[in-house]
């Protein structure tokens, strides 16, 4: 299980090599595909593909706070059930040392004990769903940013739409329609 303090250390390190690499390229000397390394989509935005960073850091984003979120919860979860469980089978001392227990309070709280168990269980499975949204994301976003190639803004030149074909004995007028 992943602890309070080993996710902030991830996020605490993952901002500062975000801000790192926020600098600039002159400044950090660093590419565009160690910025979407770090944080999906300043690669492609360093790029000029504007929409595909919006798209890749929107997800990342949600994908972090979704995971930071169901990883609080699941932690409070998983307390909440190690609370019950302790105070369960602390019943079993209690009564063998000769202390009357009440059957409901017994049941009440194996119920409660359950309860937890459950909604860490839930918890645990969201907090799974947001990893792999985030395994996917980065996935995605590195074979993005490796097979794109930097939009320097240019519009590629037209193919003539008439040409002139010269041929061993005469010459050819082609003309091309596209639609």
């Known amino acids: 299980m992943i602890r309070g303090k080993t996710m902030r250390a991830a996020a605490a390190s993952a901002a500062a090599i975000l801000l790192a690499t926020a600098a600039g390229p002159a400044a950090a000397g660093t590419s565009s ?5 770090v944080l999906p989509g300043t690669g492609q935005a360093q790029d000029g ?3 595909r960073a919006a798209i890749f850091a929107s997800a990342a984003i949600i994908s972090w706070t979704g995971l930071f979120a169901t990883q609080i919860n699941y932690a409070r979860s998983a307390e909440k059930y190690n609370n019950e469980k302790r105070t369960y089978l602390s019943y ?8 009357v227990v009440l059957q409901e309070d017994i049941e009440s709280t194996y119920a409660e004990m359950q309860s937890a168990w459950d909604q860490a269980d839930h918890d645990e499975t969201w ?13 995605v976003n590195i074979v993005d940013i490796v097979r794109s190639k930097p939009d320097t803004g240019e519009v590629a030149p037209a193919e003539p739409s008439t040409s002139l074909e010269w041929r061993g004995d005469g010459f050819r007028l082609v003309r091309t329609v596209r639609f």
């Open 49 to 51: 593909h504007y929409t």
């Open 33 to 37: 595909v160690l910025k979407s390394i």
């Open 92 to 99: 079993a001392d209690l009564t063998a040392g000769g202390q």
């Open 127 to 139: 907090r799974n769903v947001f990893i792999g949204a985030l395994v996917v994301t980065y996935a």
